[in-house]
């Protein structure tokens, strides 16, 4: 054989060796970490969307249940009520999850929602015909179970973000994020606000009766 038949065929078979062991070789440096981290984030955000549209889907159900007990209530069924036409206006997509205002502005607005609903929590004690409501239970029962699903979903979230965010600043993933994933951005962990840490005091009790007036003095 001779030498350039052999330097040719020593040739193809290198370039079938890197073909081979480039891939494995990204791999095990890192190369698909950061965009494997950030679609798990992502996946997070889209069950955090669908369990605040589930508590949403609840609320004109709720109301509707409670005005037939407790219409005089007004001010409790509308300001629920605004506060969830505020959450679905809302921008809630993927985009605002590296908008540290967007996701400011999401939370605010959920977060309206959290604390107008806070009344119907005590209400059944101060309407008796509402607490007996089966209706009104069950939808009190899945509000409830909506809560939960909805702290586990931000919870989940928050974790996989802390670790997409903890990729893009340490050794190899950094090296990707200012290379082929320059524009792969930090994403915005989803935090409570104060306000949100505890329910308003709600009173429903009856205004008293006004005071009878004076009688003139007699002559």
């Known amino acids: 054989m001779n030498s350039s038949l052999f330097s040719s065929i020593r040739r193809r078979w290198l370039a079938i060796a890197v073909a081979?062991?480039?891939?494995l070789a990204f791999s095990a440096c890192g190369v698909n970490t950061i965009p494997t981290k950030e679609e798990a984030a992502k996946a997070q955000w889209a069950e955090v969307q669908n369990q605040y549209q589930r508590r949403a889907d609840l609320i004109p159900n709720l109301v509707a249940t409670v005005k037939g007990y407790a219409a005089q209530?007004?001010?409790?069924?509308?300001?629920?009520t605004e506060a969830r036409a505020g959450a679905l206006r809302a921008k809630s997509d993927a985009s605002i999850t590296t908008d540290p205002e967007a996701m400011a502005r999401y939370q605010s607005a959920q977060n309206n929602v959290t604390?107008?609903?806070?009344?119907?929590r005590v209400m059944q004690e101060a309407y008796p015909d509402?607490?007996?409501?089966?209706n009104f239970l069950?939808?009190?029962?899945q509000l409830e179970g909506t809560e939960?699903?909805?702290?586990i979903a931000r919870r989940d979230y928050n974790a996989a973000v802390?670790?997409?965010?903890?990729?893009?600043?340490?050794?190899?993933?950094?090296l990707w994020a200012k290379t082929a994933y320059a524009s792969s951005k930090p994403m915005v962990l989803f935090s409570a606000t104060e306000t949100a840490q505890s329910a308003p005091s709600v009173s429903f009790d009856q205004p008293a009766p006004p005071a009878p007036a004076a009688l003139p003095p007699s002559k």
């Open 20 to 23: 081979l062991v480039a891939p």
């Open 73 to 80: 209530e007004s001010s409790v069924l509308i300001g629920v």
């Open 115 to 120: 604390m107008a609903l806070s009344p119907f």
């Open 130 to 134: 509402l607490k007996s409501n089966q």
């Open 138 to 141: 069950a939808l009190q029962s």
């Open 148 to 151: 939960n699903r909805i702290a």
């Open 162 to 174: 802390q670790d997409f965010n903890t990729t893009l600043r340490t050794f190899p993933g950094v």
